[in-house]
Structures are given as C-alpha cells and as structure tokens.
C-alpha cells in the first residue's frame, strides 16, 4: 500500500485506463505531465509492460521526463525498487515492466523495439506529425490493452495535434471551448484532460502571479501559459480574413457591378504544391473573394495539365510563378493561356502589403486548403523576436497563388494611394 497526495483535477485520469488515447493540455506549471508520470508508474507496478517515453529530441529526456520520473520514484518510496539506470536511459521495474526513452531526431532507433503497449508523448505539439503516425504504428502487444498519452501545452490551431484531436472531421470532432468549459471530456476512444495553474495546488502564488504579469506584455503567452488555450501564436498577416459559405459568396460576387476576376498558381511538387486559385474583387468595398482552388502536389506536368484542363478550353487567363519558366512553357505549349507574373527584389513583402490593404478576405468553404494556410497565417520572427514581414510561420502556397493572380491590379490604401506592385512610376495620390 502507498500513499500519495495528488491534485483532485488529476485523479480520475490517474486510474482511468479505459480508453486508447489520452490528451492533456494544459497551461504552465498545472502539473500534468507529473501526473501522466504517476499514472505510467502505477500502471507498471500494476501489471507487466512496456512503455515507451518520446520527445521530439532525445537529449531533453534527461533534464525533463527522465528526471521527473525518478522524482516520483522517490517520492513514492520505491528507491531500490524501481531503478532507473542513465546510460542508456531508461527504468526497470521488480516486476518486469521497464520504461524506454527515445527520441524522434533519431527515428531508426525506433526499429529495434517490440511489445511497445503504453506510449507518453510528452511536448507532443513539437513532435511532427509523421513522427506520431510511426509511434501508432509502433504500438502493438499481442495481449494487452494498447494506450497513448499525448502531453503538451498549447500551442497554434495550425499544429498538427489541435487538426487530429480537435478538427479531424473523420475522427474527433470537439469544440476546443468545450474543453475549456467541461475540463474532462471523452469523445469515443479519446480522454481529453484541460488544466491550468489553479489545479495545481501545490503551487506558490508566486508563480501563479508571474503567469498573470504575462498578460501586460506578452498576450500570445499570456493565453498558453496562463489560460492553456489554443489559438493563434505570432501575429496574424491577413487578420481580415474570414470564412463564408460558398454558395453565399458566389452569390456575392454575382451581386458585384464589375467584378474584377482572376486566376493565379504557384508551383510545386514534392514538399510543396501546385496551388491554382480563382479570386474576384469589389474594387469599391475593397473586399477580396477567394472562391475556388486546386492543390495537389507529387503531381508531374501533364496529369496536373489533365486535371485542370477546364482553364484551357475555357481560354482564362492563369498569372503563375516567374521562377519556374520551363513549367510555363510547357502549359503554354499544351495551349493553356498561362503568363509570368511580376518578380523582382522585395516583390514578397509588396504583394503582401497589398493584400493586407483589402478591407475584408473572404474566402468560400470550398477552399479548405487556403482556409488552412491564410486563417492563421503568422509572420516568422527573427532570433529577437522581430516579424520578419516577407517570412511567415509555414510556407502558404495559396497566398503565393493570390499574389500572383492579382499581379496587376491595383489596391488604394486608406491614404487613397494607389500601389502597382514593381511599378515605382505608378504610385500617386489619387
């Protein structure tokens, strides 16, 4: 018998081991990942497995899970009985059970191991998302009940971790603010856990007082650490873009006097995309509609040719990317109407400040890709935290197709200039 004083928010999920996937998210210092310990050292008390404890980078084990797991040890009392052992690290229990520690920078250690049937993610959000589809499939024991815990703070909407365990709508469909609300739901075979630093009862004020100082100077941080809440991390390139149904926009763009309409690509193949947008424009509310999109990529020239060969009966117009000239050729050989767009130094950051000058982005739910890219678009930083405004977070194949499709028209800014990206000659007060 032991005795072990835990966080009342934590100890249904410590005995709970009815469902395959657990997921925790939480704000700084709510103590979930000490509890995700306590809980996998009871279990391999309990009976005999094997678990395996993952970090995107195998050397922040020693500092983070490995450490904290000999915390425990101790604080139970089984020193000398559960031994954890530092090179190579891992833990060995008197029952059999042992507890392995690897990393995701070097996958082909991966191979070598059986009979994985508990699995802890911890910092999950850092881990890639190939990296967790290989831990699943590590998974297996020909007896036991298979569990994975997945840990982390929140981090952006547009990780990975939040599209699986949130937005899959073939999988777990769960509002995040239901999360927020509820604490604790199960959703199938999903255990989603939701703390803060209040559940932490152990915690000084202190650190508590720290978490709230946050929210005066750093409000993106301020919201994981203090809140654990997802949303939106850096800011936001297009913050006027917003989702409308399709049959609502098109009818929009048909309500329009004078529609300005136009096609622009970006191309790719293997870890980029060939990204064809439609847009139409209301040049007097300065409104910008996206309303239609192909994106494919490990596509080679003459199947992507085939698929969007509407463009070429219909004769429209296709602005695309001057950087890959032997492609343009080719559709233009294959009678596509399909021209260079404008490129030339600083031509990044000048076509995103025309878009940012439209008053409203709205973009049709029958774009999900460019939806997935421009919603939550952020600019990178530099290593001081500066935006680096032609650099953003990922790299949006769709915005590239919208710059390119929009290469010639003009967008008067609120000081009624007008601004012809790469034409110096043409700004002027209106």
């Given amino acids: 018998m032991m005795e072990k004083e835990v966080n009342p928010h934590f100890e249904d999920f410590i005995f709970d081991w009815l469902h395959k996937f657990y997921f925790l998210v939480g704000g700084y210092g709510s103590s979930k990942s000490y509890h995700v310990g306590l809980k ?26 490995f450490s904290l797991l ?7 009392g089984l020193e000398g009985k559960v031994k954890p052992m530092s090179s190579p690290m891992h833990i060995r229990f008197p029952n059999g059970s042992k507890i392995i520690f690897k990393g995701m920078d070097k996958p082909v250690k991966l191979k070598s191991i059986n009979n994985i049937s508990l699995i802890w993610i911890e910092e999950c959000s850092e881990v890639k998302y190939a990296g967790f589809k290989e831990l699943l499939g590590r998974m297996r024991h020909p007896s036991l009940p298979l569990h994975m815990i997945l840990s982390t703070n929140p981090v952006s909407t547009a990780n990975w971790c939040y599209k699986f365990f949130f937005k899959d709508k073939e999988r777990f469909t769960l509002d995040d603010d239901e999360l927020y609300r509820e604490r604790v739901i199960i959703l199938k075979n999903v255990y989603y856990h939701h703390s803060t630093a209040d559940d932490n009862l152990f915690l000084p004020q202190s650190y508590i007082d720290q978490l709230d100082d946050m929210k005066t100077y750093d409000p993106d941080l301020y919201r994981v650490a203090r809140n654990g809440r997802f ?20 009818a929009a763009i048909q309500s329009i006097r004078s529609p300005v309409k136009r096609a622009g690509m970006d191309f790719g193949f293997e870890h980029s995309y060939n990204a064809l947008v439609r847009v139409a424009v209301d040049h007097k509310e300065k409104i910008l509609y996206i309303y239609w999109e192909y994106y494919k990529n490990n596509m080679t020239d003459d199947r992507t040719a085939e698929e969007i060969k509407e463009f070429r009966e219909t004769k429209e117009l296709i602005r695309a990317d001057s950087a890959e000239p032997k492609t343009i050729t080719y559709f233009r050989q294959m009678k596509f109407n399909m021209q260079a767009a404008k490129k030339f130094g600083g031509s990044r950051d000048q076509y995103t400040k025309k878009i940012k000058r439209f008053k ?8 999900p890709n460019t939806i997935e890219e421009l919603k939550e678009l952020t600019y990178a930083v530099d290593k001081a935290g500066e935006i680096i405004l032609d650099k953003f977070n990922i790299d949006p194949h769709t915005f590239s197709a919208i710059w390119y499709a929009l ?19 043409a700004l002027g007060v209106r």
């Fill in 40 to 65: 996998i050292i009871l279990k391999l008390l309990e009976e005999k497995r094997t678990a395996l404890v993952v970090r995107e980078v195998y050397d922040t084990h020693r500092d983070s899970t």
């Fill in 70 to 76: 000999e915390e425990i040890i101790v604080d139970l």
């Fill in 360 to 367: 409203r982005i709205i973009c049709s739910t029958n774009c």
């Fill in 407 to 425: 290469d010639d028209y003009e967008v008067a800014d609120m000081k009624g200039y007008a601004v012809t990206v790469g034409k110096k000659s």
């Fill in 231 to 250: 949303g939106v991390n850096g800011k936001r390139v297009l913050p006027q873009f917003e989702e409308m149904a399709h049959d609502q926009v098109m």
